[in-house]
């Protein structure tokens, strides 16, 4: 072999390494993107029915918006932490089908305060049904505008005392805004309630919901901390997915990410995405909920309840956490406000929600032993919590980011669920309808 020869033997063999380096060498039926409940419970469905599938997934962990963990040895739950609608619900069922222990979160178990003075119950009882009232039964009356007007006028149409609008104003907050984390303002009057619910009950895992995770990626061939930056797809060919500058191939994708990855454009699809599927993802809202822990050296509070209601401007709210077997309040904040927080130093944030608690019990109340914060906003792997149905949005939103592309490119998770959306259920289905659709 002369010297030239060899020369491009070296470089066949180079370039032959690299290309290896740079995949598996197989080409797979289904890459499923994201280890959330939905990718798994899509892959678990899959793989039973003979696919072979492997799943991307871009953190150190399983699990996306499901993360239940011990702190100062009690279980808490990072993201979801309820199965809400708890009778009739597929992940009761689930539960029950794998014996986990679990118990409820009775709703109606409040206290609430307007500087230091309990609410009588029957006052918040009385303007928070009127106010239901008066929301669905001006619900679909002309073009959809944003909710925060309809509460305006709600507001406005009534005689109420400056303690009533103060309660009404801090009430609907907590009632909605940190149901959907967002501010009202941004909400659908139409649909900001869209879909449907199970009955009665919100379910708690004893030993936190990634039992139910820990069951479902059983059997899956998971590959942690690969982040998938593109995809490229064309009919009758195999679709390339790229992930930590090494290429993947499978016949089929589902992607799973949050819509606030979506939204971000972290991920390229090559040839883009569809107008209108582009335009829903970004017409879609994603809310922001944040949790906070304090964890103090013996109970101060309303022990004998579980939720703490104190009206203030940041729209606080507080859970009592001491049936955990510690002195644990576990308090939430929404929207603008906990993005804004978010990027402040924790003892600032301490000291805001200790600012209402003091307000509410008193100025003697110790500090904290120990704070644990949520920074969902930040989180590059879902930018927010979850899903939230904007002013203008319908349930053909839902469905169009839903809607598969060319049957090559498939998309599930809570957001693409026009019944559940928001929820851990809504993203169990979505998987399991979009794992349906694959096997068709
Ligand atoms: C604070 C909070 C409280 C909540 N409370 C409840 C509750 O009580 N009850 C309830 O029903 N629901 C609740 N939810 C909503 C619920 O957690 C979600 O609806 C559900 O977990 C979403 O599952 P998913 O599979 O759609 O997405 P995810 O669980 O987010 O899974 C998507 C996965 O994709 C991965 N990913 C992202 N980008 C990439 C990339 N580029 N490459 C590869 N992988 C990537 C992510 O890391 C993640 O693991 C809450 C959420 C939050 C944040």
Same mark, same amino acid.
């Given at each position: 072999?002369?010297?030239?020869?060899?020369?491009?033997?070296?470089?066949?063999?180079?370039?032959?390494?690299v290309?290896?380096?740079?995949?598996?060498?197989?080409?797979?039926?289904?890459?499923?993107?994201?280890?959330?409940?939905?990718?798994?419970?899509?892959?678990?469905?899959?793989?039973?029915?003979?696919?072979?599938?492997? +799943?991307?997934?871009?953190?150190?962990?399983?699990?996306?918006? /499901?993360? @239940? =963990?011990?702190? $100062?040895?009690? !279980?808490?739950? *990072?993201?979801?932490?309820?199965?809400?609608?708890?009778?009739?619900?597929?992940?009761?069922?689930?539960?029950?089908?794998?014996?986990?222990?679990?118990?409820?979160?009775?709703?109606?178990?409040?206290?609430?305060?307007i500087?230091?003075?309990?609410?009588?119950?029957?006052?918040?009882?009385?303007?928070?049904?009127?106010?239901?009232?008066?929301?669905?039964?001006?619900?679909?009356?002309?073009?959809?505008?944003?909710?925060?007007?309809?509460?305006?006028?709600?507001? +406005?149409?009534?005689s109420?005392?400056?303690?009533?609008?103060? /309660?009404? @104003? =801090?009430?609907? $907050?907590?009632? !909605?805004?940190? *149901?959907?984390?967002?501010?009202?303002?941004?909400?659908?009057?139409?649909?900001?309630?869209?879909?449907?619910?199970?009955?009665?009950?919100?379910?708690?895992?004893?030993?936190?919901?990634?039992?139910?995770?820990?069951?479902?990626?059983?059997?899956v061939?998971?590959?942690?901390?690969?982040?998938?930056?593109?995809?490229?797809y064309?009919?009758?060919?195999?679709?390339?997915?790229?992930?930590?500058?090494?290429?993947?191939?499978?016949?089929?994708v589902?992607?799973? +990410?949050?819509?606030?990855?979506?939204?971000?454009?972290?991920?390229?699809? @090559?040839?883009?995405?569809?107008?209108?599927?582009?335009?829903?993802?970004?017409?879609?809202?994603?809310?922001?909920?944040?949790?906070?822990?304090?964890?103090?050296?013996?109970?101060?509070?309303?022990?004998?309840?579980?939720w703490?209601?104190?009206?203030?401007?940041?729209?606080?709210?507080?859970?009592?956490?001491?049936?955990?077997?510690?002195?644990?309040?576990?308090?939430?904040?929404?929207?603008?406000?906990?993005?804004?927080?978010?990027?402040?130093?924790?003892?600032?944030?301490?000291?805001?929600?200790?600012?209402?608690?003091?307000?509410?019990?008193?100025?003697?109340?110790?500090?904290?032993?120990?704070?644990?914060?949520?920074?969902?906003a930040?989180?590059?792997?879902?930018?927010?919590?979850?899903?939230?149905?904007?002013?203008?949005?319908?349930?053909?939103?839902?469905?169009k980011?839903?809607?598969?592309?060319h049957?090559?490119?498939?998309?599930?998770?809570?957001?693409?669920?026009?019944?559940?959306?928001?929820?851990?259920?809504?993203?169990?289905?979505?998987?399991?309808?979009?794992?349906?659709?694959?096997?068709?």
């Amino acid at each position: 072999m002369n010297i030239i020869s060899k020369k491009i033997m070296i470089i066949i063999f180079f370039i032959f390494g690299v290309l290896k380096a740079q995949n598996d060498g197989k080409v797979y039926d289904v890459i499923i993107i994201g280890a959330g409940i939905s990718g798994l419970a899509a892959a678990d469905h899959l793989i039973e029915n003979g696919f072979d599938v492997l +799943v991307l997934e871009a953190r150190n962990r399983i699990g996306g918006r /499901i993360w @239940s =963990y011990s702190w $100062n040895d009690v !279980i808490i739950e *990072e993201g979801a932490n309820w199965i809400h609608t708890a009778t009739g619900n597929p992940l009761t069922k689930f539960a029950q089908d794998h014996g986990f222990t679990t118990y409820e979160t009775p709703l109606n178990s409040m206290v609430a305060y307007i500087n230091g003075k309990k609410i009588d119950n029957n006052q918040y009882d009385n303007l928070v049904k009127e106010f239901w009232a008066y929301i669905i039964a001006n619900q679909h009356k002309g073009q959809d505008e944003s909710l925060d007007k309809t509460v305006n006028n709600f507001m +406005v149409e009534n005689s109420f005392s400056l303690d009533e609008l103060n /309660i009404l @104003s =801090y009430l609907v $907050n907590s009632e !909605i805004s940190n *149901e959907y984390g967002t501010d009202l303002k941004n909400l659908s009057r139409d649909y900001f309630d869209i879909g449907e619910e199970y009955d009665d009950g919100e379910l708690v895992l004893h030993n936190g919901l990634q039992q139910i995770i820990d069951i479902l990626k059983h059997n899956v061939k998971i590959k942690l901390n690969h982040i998938v930056t593109n995809i490229e797809y064309r009919v009758n060919e195999n679709i390339v997915v790229y992930a930590n500058n090494k290429r993947f191939y499978s016949k089929k994708v589902l992607v799973t +990410v949050p819509l606030g990855v979506l939204k971000s454009g972290d991920i390229e699809f @090559s040839p883009p995405l569809p107008e209108s599927k582009q335009n829903a993802i970004s017409d879609l809202g994603m809310g922001l909920l944040q949790k906070h822990w304090l964890l103090f050296d013996k109970v101060f509070w309303d022990e004998d309840v579980v939720w703490i209601l104190s009206v203030n401007q940041q729209n606080w709210e507080c859970m009592n956490y001491s049936s955990s077997g510690k002195p644990i309040l576990l308090c939430f904040t929404m929207g603008k406000y906990a993005k804004s927080q978010e990027e402040l130093a924790d003892s600032i944030i301490t000291s805001d929600v200790m600012s209402v608690l003091r307000n509410t019990y008193g100025q003697n109340i110790p500090d904290p032993l120990d704070v644990h914060y949520t920074k969902w906003a930040s989180d590059k792997f879902s930018y927010g919590a979850y899903s939230y149905t904007a002013v203008g949005n319908t349930t053909e939103t839902y469905l169009k980011i839903s809607e598969p592309i060319h049957n090559l490119i498939y998309f599930a998770g809570e957001h693409t669920h026009e019944n559940y959306p928001a929820t851990i259920h809504g993203a169990y289905l979505s998987g399991l309808r979009a794992a349906r659709l694959i096997r068709n």
